[in-house]
T-cell receptor, first 115, second 112 residues
Framework: DSGVTQTPKHLITATGQRVTLRCSPR?????VYWYQQSLDQGLQFLIQ???????AKGNILERFSAQQFPDLHSELNLSSLELGDSALYFC??????????????FGPGTRLTVL | TQLLEQSPQFLSIQEGENLTVYCNSS?????LQWYRQEPGEGPVLLVT???GGEVKKLKRLTFQFGDARKDSSLHITAAQPGDTGLYLC????????????WGLGTSLAVNP
């Protein structure tokens, strides 16, 4: 158990819909990262927040947005869902802003299926 | 564009065999990490290598970072069924705002 929790574990929805994925980081961790993992693309970094502020942006679509709240939990919002958005979505957390010695701890993921 | 190439993509071996998986790039990394991911779970960090030529050992796992910091290998001695999983490498570049670039992984199955 990494100490990172994600809900829900599974989510099935239809194209065009909007969903929210939730992540609670390990106690004491200030950074939250969101990743998307699919079979053909592998693990893709989406976005990082540090202490409530956006820190780094990766391959995040404009239909997707995220935020980190004062209690440090984070939400990833996916809208106008398409079939290709079906994937595993992971949240990770780390103590600091990231760096050579800043280990990321991953949650168990949310499996999103868009029908 | 996939900046990290991992090989082989799939590997199925018998318990007790040795194996090596590779992670290659045309870019120079400031650091490189290896993770293992089991089905239904998130990746778990195994090791971070920073210095070119560095070798780190973790029980039966040996990690090597290339002298030019463009490639890395993971060698497992006497593989066990518990080693089964997806092995991912991830590298970060200097000045890339610490973002990790991930390989697609090597899926390893160790059969009893």
């Amino acid at each position: 158990d990494s100490g990172v929790t994600q809900t829900p574990k599974h989510l099935i929805t239809a194209t065009g819909q909007r969903v929210t994925l939730r992540c609670s980081p390990r106690s004491g961790d200030l950074s939250v990262y969101w990743y998307q993992q699919s079979l053909d693309q592998g693990l893709q970094f989406l976005i990082q927040y540090y202490n409530g502020e956006e820190r780094a942006k990766g391959n995040i679509l404009e239909r997707f947005s995220a935020q980190q709240f004062p209690d440090l939990h984070s939400e990833l919002n996916l809208s106008s869902l398409e079939l290709g958005d079906s994937a595993l979505y992971f949240c990770a957390s780390s103590v600091a802003v990231g760096g050579l010695t800043d280990t990321q701890y991953f949650g168990p993921g949310t499996r999103l299926t868009v029908l | 564009t996939q900046l990290l190439e991992q090989s082989p993509q799939f590997l199925s071996i018998q318990e007790g065999e040795n194996l090596t998986v590779y992670c290659n790039s045309s870019s120079v990394f400031s650091s490189l990490q290896w993770y293992r991911q089991e089905p239904g779970e998130g990746p778990v960090l195994l090791v971070t290598v920073v210095t070119g030529g560095e070798v780190k050992k973790l029980k039966r796992l040996t990690f090597q970072f290339g002298d030019a910091r463009k490639d890395s290998s993971l060698h497992i001695t006497a593989a066990q069924p518990g080693d089964t999983g997806l092995y991912l490498c991830a590298g970060s570049f200097t000045g890339n705002n610490r973002k990790l670039i991930w390989g697609l992984g090597t899926s390893l199955a160790v059969n009893p």
